[in-house]
C-alpha cells in the first residue's frame, strides 16, 4: 500500500498529502537530466546500491548495528527483511505486513504516512566483526575489510565506533530518513541492536554534476572536486570494488568510511577571515582556490606569492589532501552537518562534520590520506575525530528476487 493510499483510505488526507502529490513520485522523473526532483523516487535496484554514486540528498539517518544472533539462518532473514523494508520505503510505501489489524502492531510505524519517497536511499555496509567465528564467513573477508588503524588526530569515543552492520539512508525530508533506520532497527528486534546513531542535517558535497556545491559548518563550499556519480571512469578507478578485490561478492560493491568529526565551532568563528582561507587554501565567498578566480579553477599548487611563499600555503588542506600531492589518490566524500546540542561540560556546541567517504580500498585511500592530514593539516586546531567505522558494502540488489549480500551468503 502506498503512504497516500493510506492516508486516504484512513480520511486522513491533508496538505503534505497535496504537496507530494504535486511533486510527483516516479522513477522516471529521477533518472531525467538535471535535477533530480526533491520528492521523486529513486531506483532501488541495479547493479550498484544506490547512496554512493546517486545524487547527495539533504538529509542523513545513519545507524550501526551489533548482531545479537550467531544463527547464520537469522542473519540472512534479516537482510532479506531488511532488503524487502528498503524497497517499500524507497518507493514511499509502507514497511510490508499488515498496519491495519487492530488487535496487532502495525507493521509500519506510520510517521512517514503522507509523505512522498522524497529521493530515499538506503544504503547497507557490513562491519569486520560480521566476519569473526559467529556466522562461518572468516573465509570471505575481504583482506581490505579490517578495523582502522589508529590514526593522527583520533579522540574517538568507542560507544560512537564500529559495528557489525551499517545502514544509511538519506532522503530530502528528515522524517523519511529517521523512519527507515527506526523501522529496520524494529525488524531487527532479536537479531540486530542499535549500537549508535547520526542524523546529518544539511550535504558536506556534490556527488553529482546536477548539483550546486553546499557549503560545511565552517561556511566554506565543500565538494567542488569530489568525485561525481556520472564520472563512471573515476567511479571504476577510486570508488567500486573491481575483479582485483580478492573477495568475488564484493565486486561492484565499495568500502564505507564514516568519522564523526567534531568542530571547535566557537575557536574558528573568532578566527580571521584570512587564516580561515588560508587553513582551506580557497576563498570563503565564492570558493575559488586562493589561485584562481572561480571556484572551478584547478589549484596552482606551485604559485607563489611576491615574498617567495607558496599562495595556498603548505598546511593548507587542499593542497594535503589533493590528487596532485597524494599520487593521484580519490575518494568520493558524501557527508552531511551534524549537531547533538552543546557539550554539556564546557557549553560549547557539539556540532561538526558527519564524514562519510566511498573508495574501493580503505588503507591505500582514506586511511592514507588521513595519515598524512591528521599530522599536517592546518584544520586540525579546529577539529577532532569523535567517532569511526568502516563498512563494505555489497553489491546492488539486481531484482525482487535478490537481497542484499545474496552473494556473500551464495
Ligand atoms: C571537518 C573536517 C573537514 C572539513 C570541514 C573539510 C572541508 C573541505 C573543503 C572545504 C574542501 C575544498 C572543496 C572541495 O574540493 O571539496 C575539501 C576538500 C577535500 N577534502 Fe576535506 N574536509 C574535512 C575533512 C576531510 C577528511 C577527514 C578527508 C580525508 C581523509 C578529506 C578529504 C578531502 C579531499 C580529498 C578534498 C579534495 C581536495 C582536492 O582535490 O582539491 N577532508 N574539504
Not at 162 to 185: E, M, T, W
Not at 245 to 268: C, K, N, P
Request: charged share 20%.
Amino acid at each position: 500500500m502506498s503512504r497516500r493510499g493510506f492516508l486516504g483510505g484512513l480520511g486522513l488526507a491533508g496538505a503534505g498529502v497535496a504537496a507530494g502529490a504535486a511533486a510527483g513520485c516516479s522513477d522516471s522523473e529521477a533518472t531525467t537530466g538535471g535535477a533530480p526532483p526533491a520528492a521523486a523516487a529513486v531506483s532501488f535496484h541495479g547493479d550498484h546500491q544506490a547512496g554512493i554514486g546517486t545524487p547527495a540528498q539533504d538529509r542523513l539517518a545513519f545507524a550501526a548495528f551489533d548482531l545479537t544472533t550467531s544463527s547464520r539462518t537469522d542473519l540472512v532473514d534479516l537482510l532479506h527483511t531488511w532488503t524487502a523494508a528498503a524497497v517499500a520505503m524507497t518507493a514511499g510505501q509502507q514497511v510490508p505486513g499488515s498496519s491495519t489489524d487492530a488487535q496487532a502492531p502495525p507493521a509500519d510505524t506510520g510517521e512517514a504516512v503522507g509523505l512522498p519517497a522524497s529521493a530515499l536511499t538506503v544504503t547497507v555496509g557490513f562491519g569486520p566483526t560480521m566476519f569473526d567465528h559467529r556466522f562461518g564467513l572468516g573465509a570471505r573477508k575481504p583482506a581490505a575489510l579490517t578495523g582502522l588503524p589508529a590514526l593522527p588526530g583520533d579522540q574517538l569515543d568507542p560507544t560512537r565506533c564500529g559495528g557489525d552492520l551499517g545502514v544509511q539512508a538519506c532522503a530530502n525530508d528528515p522524517q523519511v530518513a529517521f523512519h527507515v533506520i527506526r523501522n529496520l532497527s524494529r525488524l531487527a528486534s532479536g537479531t540486530a541492536s542499535m549500537r549508535w546513531s547520526q542524523l546529518g542535517f544539511g550535504r558536506t558535497s556534490t556527488t553529482s554534476r546536477s548539483q550546486a556545491t553546499p557549503r560545511n559548518l565552517m561556511g566554506f563550499k565543500d565538494g567542488t572536486r569530489n568525485i561525481r556519480g556520472e564520472d563512471t571512469a573515476a567511479m571504476n578507478s577510486h570508488v567500486w570494488v573491481g575483479r582485483d578485490s580478492d573477495q568475488s561478492w564484493l565486486r561492484g560493491g565499495s568500502y564505507l568510511v564514516t568519522r564523526r568529526i567534531r568542530m571547535q565551532i566557537e575557536a574558528w568563528d573568532r578566527d580571521y577571515l584570512a587564516d580561515q582561507e588560508n587553513v582551506f587554501g580557497r576563498k570563503k565567498g565564492d570558493g575559488a582556490p586562493l589561485t584562481g578566480r572561480a571556484e572551478t579553477d584547478v589549484p596552482d599548487l606551485a604559485a607563489k606569492d611576491s615574498a617567495g611563499e607558496p599562495v595556498i600555503p603548505v598546511d593548507a588542506h587542499i593542497r594535503l589532501a589533493s590528487r596532485e600531492t597524494n599520487g593521484g589518490l580519490q575518494i568520493l566524500r558524501r557527508g552531511y552537518s551534524y549537531t547533538d546540542g552543546t557539550d554539556p561540560a564546557t557549553g560549547d556546541l557539539d556540532a561538526g562534520l558527519f564524514f562519510i567517504a566511498y573508495q574501493k580500498d580503505p588503507a591505500s585511500q582514506f586511511v592514507a590520506l588521513q595519515r598524512r592530514l591528521g599530522v599536517h593539516d592546518a584544520l586540525n586546531e579546529y577539529i577532532s575525530h569523535t567517532g569511526s567505522a568502516v563498512f563494505a558494502c555489497p553489491p546492488g540488489v539486481r531484482d525482487k528476487n535478490d537481497f542484499w549480500g545474496r552473494s556473500l551468503f551464495a
